[in-house]
């Protein structure tokens, strides 16, 4: 299992970015895929999550309406589109399957 993260970077409050999670090394479309963040001195803590299929996603309360996750199933990627960024969002993004994760793609949200 393979995942890797892009997409991260420098951006000013109230930016967008879109972060990218190419997988590979097992059957992608049959795989919750998920997005954790953690800040400096926080725990982990999950972003937000989708189903296989694409049809089912949840996430939590601090970037409902700001963020969507999404998939392609034919590329083996999951997205993760950010706007109206705050600085609170502030953290290395990690992708995650079960227990594997990602490397992780620093976000930092400043002016």
């Known amino acids: 299992v393979q995942l890797v993260e892009s997409g991260g970077g420098l951006v000013q409050p109230g930016g967008s970015l879109r972060l990218s999670c190419a997988a590979s090394g097992f059957t992608f479309s049959s795989y919750v895929m998920s997005w954790y963040r953690q800040a400096p001195g926080k725990e982990r803590e999950l972003v937000a999550a989708?189903?296989?299929?694409?049809?089912?996603?949840n996430y939590a309360d601090s970037v409902k309406g700001r963020f969507l996750i999404s998939r392609d199933n034919g590329k083996n990627t999951v997205y993760l589109q950010m706007n109206s960024l705050k600085p609170e969002d502030t953290a290395v993004y990690y992708c995650?399957?079960?227990?594997?994760w990602g490397q992780g793609t620093q976000v930092t949200v400043s002016s």
């Open positions: 989708i189903s296989g299929t694409g049809r089912s996603t």
């Open positions: 995650s399957r079960n227990s594997y």
